[in-house]
C-alpha cells in the first residue's frame, strides 16, 4: 500500500515569501505529525494532529508558521513571511489506530530553501 | 519536557564488527523508545522500538536495551553490512490519554554510522 507522501520534494523560494508544504498520510491513520530536520541535526517538533482532537502546536517555532488538516486527512504546512533560518527538511509522519501502539510512519521530506 | 541525547555523533566500524549506539533521556514518564534509520534524501524508517515494560528486544542482527532506572537506551548491530551505513536515530515519548497511544517523538540528535567493507 501507499505509504506518506510529501510535495514538493524540493522547494526553493525567495526570503519573504510564504511557502506550503503538502502532507498525505496513510489512509486511516488518524494521527499527523510535521518534523523540521536542519542540517546534521535531529528532528524537531513542529505540530500534531489527533483526529477531531484540537492540535498540539507546541513546537511551532513563531506564529509565522501554521498547519492545518482538512477532512482528518491531507495536511498543509504553511510558512509565511520565509526566513533563510527556516532552510530545513520538512518532514511528515502518520501513525495508525486510535487504540493501538501507533509507530510512525514517515514521508520523504520536503527540502526548503530560502534564498 | 522531554530531552534525548544520543552518542557518539559519528560511528566508523569494519564490515563484520558490532556498532553501540547510546541514548539519555529526561522524562521519566517516556515509555516508548524508537530507533530510526534514515538514508540520504530518505524519511526514516522505524527498525526497532521497545516498551517500558521490557528490558531488551532483539530482531535479527539488532537489539535494544532500555535501563529505565538510568534513564538510558541503547542500540545494538552486529555483524555490521555495508548496507548498514545510515544515520541512526533514537527517540522517546509518553502514552496519550487513554494509554494505547503514543504523542510526539522527542529524537536524539543522530549518529551517522559507517560501515567500511
Known amino acids: 500500500g501507499a505509504g506518506v507522501s510529501q510535495s514538493p520534494s524540493n522547494k526553493v523560494t525567495e526570503k519573504g515569501k510564504d511557502v506550503e508544504l503538502r502532507c498525505d498520510p496513510i489512509?486511516?491513520?488518524?494521527?499527523l505529525y510535521w518534523y523540521r530536520q536542519s542540517l546534521g541535526q535531529g528532528l524537531e517538533f513542529l505540530i500534531y494532529?489527533?483526529?477531531?482532537?484540537?492540535?498540539?502546536k507546541s513546537g511551532l517555532p513563531s506564529d509565522r508558521f501554521s498547519a492545518e488538516r482538512t477532512g482528518g486527512s491531507v495536511s498543509t504546512l504553511t510558512i509565511q513571511r520565509t526566513q533563510q533560518e527556516d532552510s530545513a527538511v520538512y518532514l511528515c509522519?502518520?501513525?495508525?489506530?486510535?487504540?493501538?501502539?501507533?509507530?510512525?510512519?514517515f514521508g520523504p521530506g520536503t527540502r526548503l530553501t530560502v534564498l | 519536557g522531554e530531552n534525548v541525547e544520543q552518542h557518539p555523533s559519528t560511528l566508523s566500524v569494519q564490515e563484520g564488527d558490532s556498532a553501540v549506539i547510546k541514548c539519555t533521556y529526561s522524562?521519566?514518564?517516556?515509555?516508548?523508545f524508537p530507533w530510526y534509520k534514515q538514508e540520504l534524501g530518505k524519511g526514516p524508517q522505524l527498525i526497532i522500538d521497545?516498551?517500558?515494560?521490557?528490558g531488551e528486544k532483539k530482531d535479527q542482527r539488532i537489539a535494544v536495551t532500555l535501563n529505565k532506572t538510568a534513564k538510558h537506551f541503547s542500540l545494538h548491530i552486529t555483524e555490521t553490512q555495508p548496507e548498514d551505513s545510515a544515520v541512526y536515530f533514537c527517540?522517546?515519548?509518553?502514552?496519550?490519554?487513554?494509554?494505547?497511544?503514543?504523542?510526539?517523538?522527542?529524537f536524539g540528535q543522530g549518529t551517522i554510522l559507517t560501515v567500511h567493507p
Open positions: 489512509s486511516g491513520h488518524t494521527a
Open positions: 527517540a522517546a515519548s509518553t502514552t496519550l490519554a487513554g494509554g494505547t497511544s503514543y504523542g510526539k517523538l522527542t
Open positions: 521497545i516498551r517500558s515494560n521490557v
Open positions: 522524562d521519566s514518564a517516556s515509555n516508548y
Open positions: 509522519a502518520s501513525a495508525g489506530l486510535a487504540g493501538l501502539y501507533n509507530e510512525q510512519f
Open positions: 494532529f489527533q483526529g477531531n482532537s484540537a492540535p498540539d
